[in-house]
Structures are given as structure tokens and as C-alpha cells.
């Protein structure tokens, strides 16, 4: 896999020209940046930005403006390679609060290891209804600590209004809900994302998110994908490496609240 030929693919497919992710979403590309604009429920933020040195604090001042006008609080997704350089301390004297750094992975699809099992008496199930996606959030919140309350309310809008465009599925141990992820199946490009793959701590380290991994990426190729895309934390990225997938560059979410 060519890095930089895959990280420009990236920019362009999923950045540069994205697509609303649900229902009710929109892309606006105005000012410099592309932003994806949602209701209280959706994801609202800056998804790829072209901007220089001289112009950046007036184009993040306008960012803030168009969204706190709206009454939401957004992110500015921060790559590493982003210009200009200093961008990020820009955003933090904006009143951006930084979150932790993730790496950008990808892995094309035909060179993974995809051979993880799940390990005896754990099963997966596709979540497809309310019951499934109420498992998927209560995972996400015993597993990440967080409220899943938007979580809950975007899958569902997701799998009503597009059902071919998502994918969320639970493994369950019994009738018990211990692992969850989702997949963003986007139309019209080459990449399949990753995201939310969290397992509750007493399952951990016994495989389950590889298997869920690798679960994924078989139904990604099954509907003509061929990269994988993953914003990894630092706990998933070795086993990502150990699966066959590839650090591009580093992304920090940069989160301003009205």
C-alpha cells in the first residue's frame, strides 16, 4: 500500500468531498473548510480545512460564529499534516479544548489478517432494531465511560433512513452484551470506517475486538470496499498493526462548546 497515494484518497474522498452521515445532515463547503452541519443528536464539525497562515484566525472565528449561532457545540478534526503548522495552538486560543490524539490507520482490506475468533460461548449479533441498538450504547458506556445518549439517537436515524450505509453489531457471552462496534459504509469512495469497537473491562484481552475487527472488514469486502479506515486510540492501535493496518498520520478532535 502506497501511504501518501492512500492518505491523498483519504483527504479527498472523505474530507474534501464528504457526504452527510445521516438524516437531516448537510456539507457545506464555505470559507476555506468543509463542515458538516447536524441536528442536537448528529455529529457537527470542521472535516477538512485549506487554509493559510494569514487567513486561518479570521476563518476560525467565522466557524465559531456559524455554530454557536446554531446553538451547538462542534469539533475542528485536526490531522497531523493539516496546514498551517501551527493550527492547533489557533484553535486553542479560540477556546478549542483539544482531545486526546488518535492515529489515522488504514489497511487494505486484502492483505489483513482477518483469521480472529471469538473465544468460546461469545457470539455476535447484528444490530438492526431499537433492542440491538440499546445494547450497542450500553456497551459504549460501561465500556468508554461516557454518555451514549447521541449515540443511540444517531444509530437509529441511521439505520431507518439507510440501513446499507451502517452497520452495528454486539457480541454477545450468553445473553450478556460485552463488546460493540459500528461501520460506515460510504458511498461512493474506497473506504469502510471503523468506529466505537469497545469491549467491557472484564472481557478484555481475550480477542473480541480483533474478532469484531476482522467481522467487519469480511462484510466491507463482501460490498466492494477495499481500504479500512480507523481513528485509533492508543490502547487499539498495536492491535490494528498486528492485523495489518497502517499509521497515516495523527488526528485530534479540537472541541469547542458555546
Known amino acids: 500500500m502506497d501511504h501518501a497515494s492512500v492518505l491523498a484518497l483519504h483527504d479527498r474522498d ?3 468531498r464528504a457526504r452527510p452521515d445521516g438524516p437531516g445532515a448537510r456539507v457545506e463547503r464555505v470559507g476555506g473548510v468543509v463542515r458538516h452541519v447536524a441536528d442536537e443528536h448528529g455529529w457537527n464539525g470542521i472535516l477538512w480545512s485549506d487554509l493559510d497562515a494569514a487567513e486561518a484566525d479570521a476563518v476560525i472565528a467565522e466557524q465559531i460564529a456559524f455554530f454557536t449561532g446554531l446553538g451547538r457545540d462542534f469539533e475542528w478534526k485536526l490531522y497531523g499534516h493539516d496546514l498551517p503548522t501551527d493550527l492547533g495552538q489557533r484553535l486553542t486560543a479560540a477556546g478549542f479544548t483539544p482531545e ?4 489515522l490507520m488504514v489497511g487494505e482490506i486484502t492483505e489483513l489478517a482477518l483469521d480472529a ?3 468460546d460461548g461469545v457470539r455476535l449479533l447484528a444490530a ?3 433492542a440491538g441498538v440499546d445494547m450497542v450504547a450500553d456497551v459504549h458506556e460501561k465500556a468508554f465511560g461516557t454518555d451514549s445518549s447521541r449515540l443511540r439517537a444517531r444509530l437509529l436515524d441511521q439505520l431507518a433512513a439507510d440501513p446499507d450505509t451502517v452497520v452495528a453489531v454486539v457480541a454477545l457471552a450468553g445473553d450478556e452484551p460485552v463488546s460493540a462496534a459500528r461501520m460506515e459504509l460510504v458511498p461512493g469512495t474506497r473506504f469502510a470506517g471503523l468506529w466505537g469497537g469497545g ?3 472484564a472481557w478484555r484481552g481475550r480477542g473480541i475486538y480483533r474478532a469484531l475487527v476482522a467481522h467487519r472488514a469480511r462484510i466491507a469486502a463482501d460490498h466492494g470496499y477495499r ?3 480507523v481513528d485509533a486510540s492508543d490502547q487499539s ?3 490494528l ?8 498520520t495523527t488526528t485530534t478532535p479540537y472541541v469547542y462548546e458555546p
Not at 498493526?241 to 497515516?248: D, I, K, Q, T, V
Open 128 to 130: 438492526t432494531d431499537l
Open 199 to 201: 469491549t467491557v473491562e
Open 100 to 103: 486526546p490524539q488518535e492515529t
Open 117 to 119: 475468533e471469538l473465544p
Open 237 to 239: 492501535r498495536p492491535i
Open 14 to 16: 472523505l474530507r474534501e
Open 241 to 248: 498493526e498486528r492485523l495489518g493496518l497502517a499509521p497515516l
Open 227 to 229: 481500504y479500512l479506515q
